[in-house]
Nanobody
Framework: HVQLVESGGGSVLAGGSLRLSCAHS????????MVWFRQSPGKEREGVAY????????YYSDSVKDRFTISRDNDKNTVYLQMNNLKPEDSAMYYC?????????????????????WGQGTQVTVS
């Protein structure tokens, strides 16, 4: 049974930074590719960042590229999302998600239906 637990959300002023963490248990973490999604009220869930099983491939949405960085520590079973230069439009519930294996081409990394497991989310508010 895979468990994903996010932490690190909170309220921050525009231009500030936050670091989200997602702790995993219940599976071989190094076999999972990981994705951060976010969703704000009235909007669809949006893929933010993807990292392959060993961290060699990373993809970002255009809206966060050059501001957010995804990373992982397979020894600690944890994936991170470093968010810098935050904007009010980054305010959302952020979810950690996992799928087994890597996407062959990266296409579809940001599609919610392609992931298997979800965390409960952590709220980020930027004002």
């Amino acid at each position: 049974h895979v468990q994903l637990v996010e932490s690190g959300g909170g309220s921050v002023l525009a231009g500030g930074s936050l670091r989200l963490s997602c702790a995993h248990s219940g599976y071989s973490f190094g076999s999972l590719s990981m994705v951060w999604f976010r969703q704000s009220p009235g909007k669809e869930r949006e893929g933010v960042a993807y990292i392959s099983t060993q961290g060699g491939y990373k993809y970002y949405s255009d809206s966060v590229k050059d501001r957010f960085t995804i990373s992982r520590d397979n020894d600690k079973n944890t994936v991170y999302l470093q968010m810098n230069n935050l904007k009010p439009e980054d305010s959302a519930m952020y979810y950690c998600a996992a799928r087994t294996g890597n996407l062959q081409t990266g296409r579809g990394w940001d599609v919610p239906a392609t992931v298997t497991w979800w965390g409960q989310g952590t709220q980020v508010t930027v004002s």
